[in-house]
């Protein structure tokens, strides 16, 4: 098949193009992706990412905008760009939690951020698995609805959903905690 026959198969979610598209442009990806971040494991998840995305937003392929090679780099930069972002942030709590641990604060503010910490925690915890694992995703890990979607599987609306569910139900726990104020 040329690129053309698959760009067609991935549109009309044939998956005999879409192994050949992965066939052909699989080690690519790899290659981009380990040559970037430096480690062969990461490249292996960003590239597993790249075709999950490539399966999912098949339908935003347009043939007229560019050939699917450059739509499939398009997708692998974006890929690589998250996954660094997303070292960052790993290497950046690793390095407070460091930093933190050697001077820990006996006053009192310090008692209410753990007791914050805590009720929150617990407050997740109480909430259904699709509220919790969006919730999760949009702090943790920084990312918009449209990602969160993306990532899942799960429509827009229903990540927006599980959203405004999960912090009303994070609301009410942490309204129930009776928490003291810290004024």
């Not at 290659?31 to 480690?39: E, F, K, P, Y």
């Not at 006053?107 to 997740?124: E, I, M, P, T």
């Not at 702090?139 to 609805?145: H, I, R, S, V």
């Amino acid at each position: 098949m040329d690129e053309d026959e698959l760009g067609r198969g991935l549109r009309a979610a044939d998956e005999d193009a879409f192994a050949a598209i992965y066939r052909h442009w699989g080690g690519l990806v790899r290659t981009m992706a380990t040559r970037s971040l430096g480690d062969t494991h990461e490249a292996e998840d960003v590239t597993q990412q790249v075709f999950i995305g490539a399966w999912r937003g098949r339908a935003g392929f347009r043939p007229d905008r560019g050939p699917l090679g450059a739509w499939l780099v398009g997708i692998t930069r974006r890929k690589i760009v998250d996954s660094l972002a997303a070292r960052t942030r790993r290497l950046t709590l690793v390095d407070s939690a460091a930093h933190g641990t050697g001077t820990p604060r006996p006053d009192s503010a310090a008692l209410d951020d753990v007791l914050d910490r805590v009720v929150l925690l617990d407050g997740l915890a109480r909430l259904p698995r699709h509220q919790r694992q969006v919730l999760g995703l949009a702090f943790y890990e920084d990312l918009t609805q449209a990602q969160i979607a993306d990532r899942t599987g799960m429509p827009l609306g229903t990540v927006k959903s599980h959203t405004r569910r999960g912090l009303h139900g994070l609301r009410r726990v942490l309204e129930t905690a009776h928490l003291p104020s810290k004024d």
